[in-house]
Structure formats: C-alpha cells, structure tokens
C-alpha cells in the first residue's frame, strides 16, 4: 500500500513558478517510480512527467520540456516537480502517482494504467 499527498498548487501569473511536493508513505519510497498527471476542466487526463525510482531517468511530455523538473528525494519520501515559465494552458488539476512496476521506457511511464495509487490532487491557475 502507497498513501500519497500532493501540495503546493496556487494561483500564478503566466510567466511565474511553482513547486509542487507529493509526500509518500508505506511501501519503501525508493522501490517504485513516481509520475505527475494533470486533468484540466473538460479535458481528459493528461501525463505530464515521471521519475524512475532512483531518479536517474525522467520522462517529459513535450508541452513542458524546458519548463518542468522532477526531482525525488528518497531520504524524505517525496516527489517534487518544479514548474517554470507557467503558461494559462497549464492550468489543472495535479496529481502524483505512484507506478510500483517502475516503468523504465515513456511508453509505460506515461500510461495512467501503470499507477495504481494517486494523491488526491492540487490545483493550479495560471493567470494571462
């Protein structure tokens, strides 16, 4: 089992940052990967960047490269995703997710069906 709390959504301007941290708990943190997926109103479920469990290798959906970091820090069980150069179209719902088969290619990292535990989500405005 895998309990996951995402925090550190808000309201920024375009242009402007955030850091969001997904703390972890139960199963040993640094046995699984993590990813973040994003839901705006009205659209679907999007992937948007995932970390394997060393942290070694990352995986950026194309809208964010440049923009996005992921980062985890296994002493501390969490999972952090820095965002840069926020732009309106960034806006969403937030969400952390744990993959316990620790998809090592983009193709797995990126398949929601990969996660099976999920944070409850944080917001994210981006004002024009």
């Known amino acids: 089992q895998v309990q996951l709390v995402d925090s550190g959504g808000g309201l920024v301007q375009a242009g402007g940052s955030l850091r969001l941290s997904c703390a972890a708990s139960g199963r040993t943190f640094s046995t699984y990967a993590m990813g973040w997926f994003r839901q705006a109103p009205g659209k679907e479920r999007e992937f948007v960047v995932a970390?394997?469990?060393?942290?070694?290798?990352?995986y950026y959906t194309d809208s964010v490269k440049g923009r996005f970091t992921i980062s985890r820090d296994n002493a501390d069980n969490t999972v952090y995703l820095q965002m840069n150069s926020l732009k309106p179209e960034d806006t969403a719902v937030y969400y952390c997710?744990?993959?316990?088969?620790?998809?090592?290619?983009?193709?797995?990292?990126?398949?929601?069906?990969?996660?099976?535990?999920w944070g409850q989500g944080t917001q994210v405005t981006v004002s024009s």
């Open positions: 970390i394997d469990r060393s942290g070694h290798s990352t």
């Open positions: 997710a744990a993959d316990l088969t620790s998809s090592t290619n983009y193709y797995y990292a990126s398949r929601g069906d990969s996660y099976a535990y």
